[in-house]
Nanobody
Framework: QVQLGESGGGLVQAGGSLRLSCAASGSFFAINDMGWYRQAPGKERELVGLIASIGTTNYADSVKGRFTISRDSTKNTAYLQMNSLKPEDTAVYYC??????????????WGQGTQVTVSS
């Protein structure tokens, strides 16, 4: 059984920074992509960004230049560094990991979500 544990959300003023963490635990063969989605009240869930196992990243246009995703493969953990936060970044952030099982089957696991609130 693989679990993702998220941490790092909270309340911050506009222009501030937060760092989210997403740690995978359990038994598996490997992790491919890791990333985050977010969902604001009344809006659809949107992709924030992702990082591949080889370290390449992709970001939504709305966060490029402000958010950075990194990962520590030795800890099976990804990080979302969010700088220059704006009120429109307020949302519940959900991390995910594309996990490859010991039988080589891939499926997506989700974190529990963490609230990020940016005040103006």
């Amino acid at each position: 059984q693989v679990q993702l544990g998220e941490s790092g959300g909270g309340l911050v003023q506009a222009g501030g920074s937060l760092r989210l963490s997403c740690a995978a635990s359990g038994s598996f063969f490997a992790i491919n992509d890791m990333g985050w989605y977010r969902q604001a009240p009344g809006k659809e869930r949107e992709l924030v960004g992702l990082i591949a196992s080889i370290g390449t990243t992709n970001y939504a246009d709305s966060v490029k230049g402000r958010f950075t995703i990194s990962r520590d493969s030795t800890k099976n953990t990804a990080y979302l560094q969010m700088n220059s936060l704006k009120p429109e970044d307020t949302a519940v952030y959900y991390c995910y990991a594309d996990v490859v099982s010991t039988s080589r089957y891939q499926w997506r696991r989700w974190g529990q979500g963490t609230q990020v609130t940016v005040s103006s």
